[in-house]
């Protein structure tokens, strides 16, 4: 299975951003996640989905950003609202099902204040 995320882009504070995750197969059993990573900083978690539909999100976007899925259209989405500055970072994909750990190409999201 490989990942292409897209719908990152330049913004400003207060707005919103739909990212997309499309898998070239099915993403039905995989743990599926989103990571930024900002410059200068480490890459974190910033949402995660299992198979059953659990979601788990990171204090700072918690309230704001809501992780989906669809799997018949085997895409990932993370929508993101009341965009901050501090969101800025590149965001990848993530796909995790025992020791298979698969990444998309990061899309960059800036938030101009």
């Known amino acids: 299975v490989q990942l292409q995320a897209c719908g990152g882009g330049l913004v400003q504070a207060g707005e919103s951003l739909r990212l997309s995750c499309v898998a070239s197969?099915?993403?039905?059993?995989?743990?599926m996640a989103w990571y930024r990573q900002a410059p200068g900083k480490e890459r974190e978690l910033v949402a995660r989905?299992?198979?059953?539909?659990?979601?788990e999100y990171v204090d700072s976007v918690k309230g704001r950003f809501s992780i989906s899925r669809d799997v018949r259209k085997m895409t990932l989405y993370l929508q993101m609202n009341g965009l901050k500055p501090e969101d800025t970072a590149v965001y990848y994909c993530?796909?995790?099902?025992?020791?298979?750990?698969?990444w998309g190409q990061g899309t960059q999201v800036t938030v101009s204040s």
């Open positions: 197969g099915s993403i039905n059993s995989f743990v």
């Open positions: 993530n796909a995790g099902r025992g020791f298979c750990d698969l």
């Open positions: 989905i299992t198979p059953g539909g659990a979601t």
